[in-house]
Each structure stands twice: as structure tokens, then as C-alpha cells.
């Protein structure tokens, strides 16, 4: 709400960062926006509790499935990653999957993906609430009576990516009010996303491009909040979003610089020339990174300039 010059003073931040993350938005538009996610804050306390309703999904960091209570815990006890997996490759695939795009992702064959889907439909189990299954017959799920053939898909899973995208599409609704939504999509961030997948598998996660859009989403998304709470002198604030960040995109310079301007905030200069210093020249034996244009307003901006 305040003018760039206030952001980009105590942020490590520049106009052109501004105007793409924090826009204005239409009152007629923030209102269809907010209306248009009515459950959004029971599936986060969902997502929250301790043993929900609901099968749920992380890749915000380590990959990693929880049933829900309907489920099977043990279906799925000695192959555990595997079928982890396999839940994820059915999320990533917003039509489902037939059995012949399951065997190309994972690799298998067909009588061999028919019995994986049938054990991981036995480990999700049924929704206690609807009464059907989690992962219906392939002929039965809403895309295959729609379409008439055998698709897979998991109805009623939770998965943090998902509430990170609407919690941050909230966000930009609400003005700064949504301080608090990108807070909480925040909290759903455990690292770098999608790791831990089996070393053997998750071959088809590279072509889904997912793994480098949740990782910008998460430092533009951290950006926003740390340089909003320097704005208002919160450097508890600033830091723990940056450091998020960090560890979501070690490689990354913004959440690096972001903890340099929260360092000068609160009165170490020194350490914020380190951490700048440390950002652009991480390795001693290879050559300086060269600053983008946007990293060279930051740093011309904040006087970290040390050519």
C-alpha cells in the first residue's frame, strides 16, 4: 500500500518486483476471488489436523503421503515411496491417467500399473464423509463416465501445492490483508520442492516443470512477505520468509538478499555485506556470479555495490 520508494529503501526489492507481485486489483475482481474458493480455510485446517478425513499430499520439500481415515496405512507399508509416487503422478495429471500413461511414467507394465492402482486405492481407502473411494475403478472415476473410457484420478486429496496456489491467489485479492495468506502458504513449505523421490523414479516429474514453478512460486511468494515486513519494521517476520526460501532455493539470489536487507535492518550492516558478498561469490574457486539487472538495482539501491 505504501509507495515503491518506502519498499525499496528497506527491501531488497525494485519497482519492476512491485508491480509484478503485488498489483492492483479491481474491487468487482477481489470479490469473485475470494467467493470463488469458499472452503479454502476448512481445507487448511484440514490439512492441519492431525489425522484428517482426508488422504494428504506434500511436495513442497520432501515428498510424502498421509491417509486419511479411511484408509490402509499398512497397504502400503513395505513399498512406501513407491506408491508415494504413484499418487503423485495421478495429481500431476489434472484428466487422470489410463493405464498406458501410468506404465510410460513409472516404467512398469500394464498388469503390473492395474495392481499398483489397485493397492493404492486399498492405502488411500474411502472417504468416511462420501462413502466412495479415494482412487475409484478406472471406469468409474468422474473422467472416465465423462469420456467413456478407463482414467484414473484421486478424488478429495489434499495436497500443499495446491493450497500454496490459492492461498497466494487469495492473497493478491485481499491487498494487504493477505499478508496473512501468503503467510500461511508459507508455512507449507518443508524445502526444496519434490525431493526425496525414489532414486530409481520421478523421471517423469522433470517433464512436468513442476519442481521450477513451485520453487519461483515460493521465493516470489517469501519476497513479498519478507520486504512487507521490513516495511513494517517486523525483522522476525522478514527473516523467517526469507530463510524459507533459502532452503526451498539455496541457489537462488533473492532469498539471499533478502536476509542481507533484513541483516541491515536489524543494525548489522556488516553481515549484510557479508551475506551479499557470500551470495554473489559462493565458491572461491570459480568466478563471481555477474549480477543480473534486477540484482544490480538491489544492490545500487541498498549501496551493496562493492565493484
Same mark, same amino acid.
Given at each position: 500500500?505504501? +509507495?515503491? =520508494? ?5 527491501? &531488497? ?10 498489483? #492492483? ?39 510424502? &503421503?498421509?491417509?486419511?481415515?479411511? +484408509?490402509? #496405512? ?61 482412487? #475409484? ?37 485481499? +491487498? ?24 530409481? +523414479? ?8 513442476? #519442481? ?7 521465493? =516470489? ?48 550492516? &556488516? ?35 562493492? &565493484?
Amino acid at each position: 500500500p505504501e +509507495g515503491d =520508494d518506502v519498499y525499496t529503501t528497506l527491501g &531488497a526489492t525494485t519497482s519492476e518486483d512491485l508491480n509484478a507481485l503485488a498489483p #492492483p486489483v479491481a474491487h468487482p475482481v477481489m470479490e469473485h476471488i475470494t467467493e470463488a474458493d469458499p472452503t479454502l480455510d476448512n481445507d487448511l485446517n484440514d490439512w492441519r489436523a492431525g489425522h484428517g478425513a482426508r488422504p494428504r499430499l506434500s511436495v513442497l520439500g520432501p515428498i510424502h &503421503a498421509r491417509v486419511g481415515a479411511g +484408509g490402509n #496405512p499398512l497397504a502400503a507399508a513395505k513399498r512406501r515411496a513407491y506408491y508415494t509416487e504413484l499418487l503423485a503422478y495421478l495429481w500431476t495429471q489434472p484428466h487422470g491417467a489410463t493405464t498406458a500413461q501410468v506404465t510410460e511414467a513409472l516404467g512398469i507394465t500394464e498388469d503390473r500399473a492395474r495392481r499398483d492402482l489397485s493397492k493404492l486405492r486399498e492405502w488411500l481407502g474411502t472417504n468416511p464423509i462420501s462413502g466412495q473411494p479415494h482412487l #475409484p475403478t478406472a471406469r468409474k472415476s468422474r473422467t472416465g463416465q465423462l469420456l467413456g473410457v478407463g482414467v484414473y484420478e484421486v478424488n478429495d486429496l489434499l495436497v500443499d501445492a495446491d493450497l500454496f496456489k490459492r492461498l497466494r491467489t487469495r492473497a493478491l485479492a485481499r +491487498g494487504e490483508a493477505g499478508i496473512t495468506d501468503l503467510e500461511a502458504a508459507l508455512s507449507l513449505v518443508e524445502g526444496i520442492p519434490f525431493t526425496d523421490v525414489r532414486p530409481t +523414479g520421478g523421471a517423469w516429474v522433470v517433464d512436468t516443470g513442476l #519442481p521450477q514453478h513451485l520453487t519461483c512460486a515460493i521465493v =516470489d511468494t517469501a519476497h513479498l512477505v519478507s520486504v512487507h515486513a521490513l516495511a513494517h519494521n517486523d525483522t522476525n517476520l522478514a527473516q523467517w520468509a526469507a530463510d524459507i526460501a533459502n532452503r526451498a532455493a539455496p541457489d537462488e539470489l533473492i532469498p539471499q538478499l533478502d536476509l542481507a536487507a533484513t541483516a541491515q535492518a536489524m543494525g548489522q550492516p &556488516a553481515a549484510a555485506l557479508r551475506l551479499v558478498q557470500e551470495a554473489l561469490d559462493p565458491d572461491p574457486d570459480e568466478a563471481p556470479i555477474e549480477p543480473s539487472h534486477r540484482t544490480s538495482q538491489v544492490l545500487t539501491n541498498r549501496r551493496w555495490n562493492t &565493484a
